[in-house]
């Protein structure tokens, strides 16, 4: 039996054209509140190691979002160990697939959707709801294309008078604060710790495997946005802080206990306050005081690059961006 197959493919350039702030930040919190209700599928994801070392990984991100009738995957890389000339995480997949026949209608080139969706996404929709609402000082840890798109974000959401950067790469970091210009007053830290000391908000987006942050810095009444879970940020704060918050306690609870790169540190549910979605959805509290120490982990959901495709798909659509490929 013949039958037309045509598939939207959208190229890195064209998903760059189409990517908007506002429409992540709105994107990612209705998404949020869908899986707070119950109306999400998100399966645990399980990483597909290629070395021995586990530097390298292969990691497929499937969802399904009931209300939208929405359904898709995300093939990752994460190559700790990589090539010259190739970033960490690159040549990322986000693929669409109708939920009445299950063909594929959609293929989009997601390194930025990616970016966009966690700094600028998940963790600008935390601080929403677990920052000082008047915070005015943010610590951004890591400078690369996360650090963009979270201060993007974080810009979006709050008046933040001064923006303290720190990257192992000052040439990153000098990158960020041209990135950033006059929307703030961004200062070099020598180190994480002088960043985070005094500050409302601490965005950590390395690639590091060791704690870069550590749980004695942290001032009073921070929230601190790990948005690559314990791996860079100090395991004790699941324990010492006032509320700790996961992305998501399907998929979060799995790796936190299992993954051998963080099981050492001995992390337990029976720690964890919520999970976002609780909270956007309203069967939890988020921040209640000005004093209480946060600390939001999480580490990712396919469901969120999935809606944020949709969103850019719909653009491409009316636009008429993209090449049409048919695949018949």
Same mark, same amino acid.
């Not at 000339?85 to 690159?90: D, E, I, N, R, V």
């Not at 008047?134 to 709050?158: M, N, P, Q, R, W």
């Not at 990257?167 to 041209?178: C, E, V």
């Given at each position: 039996?013949?039958?037309?197959?045509?598939?939207?493919?959208?190229?890195?350039?064209?998903?760059? #054209?189409?990517?908007?702030?506002?429409?992540?930040?709105?994107?990612?919190?209705?998404?949020?509140? $869908?899986?707070?209700?119950?109306?999400?599928? @998100?399966?645990? /994801?399980?990483?597909?190691?290629? *070395?021995?070392?586990?530097?390298?990984?292969?990691?497929?991100?499937?969802? =399904?979002? #009931?209300?939208?009738?929405?359904?898709?995957?995300?093939?990752?890389?994460?190559?700790?160990?990589?090539?010259?000339? =190739?970033?960490?995480?690159?040549?990322?997949?986000?693929?669409?697939?109708?939920?009445? *026949?299950? #063909?594929?209608?959609?293929?989009?080139? %997601?390194?930025?959707?990616?970016?966009?969706?966690?700094?600028?996404?998940?963790? $600008?929709? %935390?601080?929403?709801?677990?920052?000082?609402?008047?915070?005015?000082?943010?610590?951004?840890?890591?400078?690369?294309?996360?650090?963009?798109?979270?201060?993007?974000?974080?810009?979006?959401?709050?008046?933040?008078?001064?923006?303290?950067? =720190?990257?192992?790469?000052?040439?990153?970091?000098?990158?960020?604060?041209?990135?950033?210009?006059?929307?703030? *007053?961004?200062?070099?830290?020598?180190?994480?710790?002088?960043?985070?000391?005094?500050?409302?908000?601490?965005?950590?987006?390395?690639?590091?495997? /060791?704690?870069?942050?550590?749980?004695?810095?942290?001032?009073?009444?921070?929230?601190?946005?790990?948005?690559?879970?314990?791996?860079?940020?100090?395991?004790?704060?699941?324990?010492? $802080?006032? /509320?700790?918050?996961?992305?998501?306690?399907?998929?979060?609870? @799995?790796?936190?206990?299992?993954?051998?790169?963080?099981?050492? @540190?001995?992390?337990?549910?029976?720690?964890?306050?919520?999970?976002?979605?609780?909270?956007?959805?309203?069967? $939890?509290?988020?921040?209640?005081?000005?004093?209480?120490?946060?600390?939001?982990?999480?580490?990712?959901?396919?469901?969120?690059?999935?809606?944020?495709?949709?969103?850019?798909?719909?653009?491409?659509?009316? #636009?008429?961006?993209?090449?049409?490929?048919?695949?018949?």
């Amino acid at each position: 039996m013949a039958y037309e197959l045509k598939v939207r493919m959208l190229a890195r350039r064209e998903v760059k #054209q189409l990517l908007d702030v506002r429409d992540v930040l709105k994107t990612v919190e209705e998404t949020f509140r $869908a899986m707070g209700e119950g109306k999400v599928f @998100h399966p645990v /994801k399980e990483p597909m190691w290629l *070395n021995e070392a586990k530097t390298n990984m292969l990691l497929a991100m499937p969802a =399904f979002i #009931q209300d939208k009738n929405l359904a898709g995957v995300k093939w990752v890389s994460m190559f700790k160990e990589q090539a010259p000339g =190739f970033p960490t995480c690159a040549g990322t997949l986000l693929v669409l697939s109708s939920s009445e *026949n299950g #063909q594929p209608y959609a293929i989009l080139e %997601a390194t930025d959707i990616t970016a966009m969706r966690t700094a600028g996404g998940h963790g $600008a929709v %935390a601080a929403k709801y677990l920052a000082k609402k008047y915070s005015k000082t943010l610590a951004v840890i890591g400078c690369g294309e996360e650090a963009k798109a979270g201060v993007d974000a974080l810009l979006s959401l709050f008046s933040l008078n001064k923006i303290e950067i =720190f990257d192992i790469n000052k040439t990153a970091m000098q990158t960020l604060k041209d990135y950033t210009g006059k929307r703030s *007053n961004v200062v070099f830290a020598q180190t994480p710790e002088e960043a985070v000391k005094n500050s409302d908000i601490v965005l950590i987006v390395t690639t590091s495997r /060791k704690p870069v942050v550590m749980f004695g810095w942290l001032p009073k009444g921070c929230t601190v946005l790990g948005l690559y879970s314990f791996y860079d940020l100090d395991p004790s704060c699941s324990k010492k $802080a006032d /509320k700790w918050v996961l992305g998501s306690k399907n998929t979060d609870n @799995h790796q936190i206990i299992f993954d051998p790169l963080l099981k050492e @540190h001995n992390l337990s549910m029976d720690d964890v306050y919520a999970d976002l979605g609780e909270i956007v959805c309203g069967k $939890a509290k988020g921040r209640e005081n000005d004093d209480e120490i946060i600390v939001f982990s999480c580490l990712g959901m396919g469901a969120l690059d999935t809606a944020v495709g949709e969103t850019l798909y719909k653009r491409a659509v009316e #636009q008429n961006v993209g090449t049409v490929i048919d695949l018949s």
